[in-house]
């Protein structure tokens, strides 16, 4: 069942404390008919969000929730620290505030959720489709009834990174009147022999999103050289560095939950700053 209500959370995996810092809704068990199981999903409000009952906020869709906010959920214990670095943004004046949705991931079924093509090399993934059904016909439908939210694409985002990542690039192109802000961290482009890559890279025509893309330099797998396709091929269809995309080369950053909280502050701001 779905429980709407104040943060109540479960033992986590790693026995460390949690860390869920501001005010938090847990949705738990929230079930997809799309995808045919549940997940349990963060939605983190921004500071003041009681105290003014007639203001209505963008929200931003992030996958692999449980990664995002609380060490007991994180991999490996390491978290975004997205909650404490959201409202120290939006309470220093530099960040709209934001509604940010974290939803898990379903364990075994990443893998094939939040890739939008099946591998022939591994014979998996290709749910994309089904993901994107359950994000945009069920889980967002329930946050604008639920939530005080500006439910037009011009004020909705989504992000990841990894796979997370490549999803929510696949998302933005995908159901750009649903989405207009992507939050891009060291996508897998490698996925399935490029194959989203080489779609982007063939077609020609400028979609409205505004991109945050990045990639560290330390990151193996040809992480670094796809994003740098990726990029040359955003600014040949026209998105104009620093106006509708953000490049970055984190120096020295690997492909790991810490690097990517390191750079996720300065992903907000341009994405939802004051002055975006």
Do not use: C
């Amino acid at each position: 069942m779905v429980t709407l209500g104040p943060a109540r959370v479960d033992t986590g995996p790693f026995d460390q404390p949690h860390t869920l810092t501001g005010q938090f809704h847990i949705l738990r068990e929230f079930r997809s008919a799309a995808l045919g199981n549940e997940r349990d999903v963060f939605v983190h409000l921004p500071p003041g969000y009681d105290d003014e009952p007639e203001r209505r906020h963008p929200v931003l869709y992030m996958h692999d929730g449980q990664n995002l906010f609380d060490s007991a959920t994180a991999y490996g214990g390491r978290e975004w620290h997205l909650d404490e670095t959201a409202d120290g943004m939006v309470m220093a004046g530099q960040l709209e505030p934001l509604i940010i949705v974290g939803i898990n991931h379903a364990g075994a079924d990443r893998g094939n959720e939040l890739t939008p093509t099946l591998s022939r090399k591994y014979k998996t993934g290709g749910r994309g489709p089904q993901y994107a059904k359950f994000l945009i016909e069920e889980l967002k439908p329930f946050i604008d009834t639920n939530y005080r939210t500006r439910p037009e694409r011009e004020y909705t985002g989504t992000g990841g990174a990894s796979l997370g990542g490549l999803i929510a690039l696949y998302l933005g192109f995908a159901v750009p009147d649903v989405f207009s802000r992507l939050m891009v961290m060291s996508p897998s482009l490698w996925w399935d022999r490029r194959a989203v890559l080489q779609e982007l890279r063939a077609a020609s025509d400028k979609v409205p999103l505004k991109i945050w893309l990045d990639a560290g330099t330390n990151e193996g797998g040809g992480t670094l050289q796809n994003v740098r396709m990726l990029k040359n091929a955003l600014i040949r269809r026209g998105w104009a560095h620093g106006i509708d995309l953000r490049y970055l080369e984190a120096q020295g950053a690997d492909h790991s939950e810490p690097a990517w909280a390191a750079r996720a502050g300065a992903a907000l701001e341009f994405l939802f700053g004051r002055s975006s």
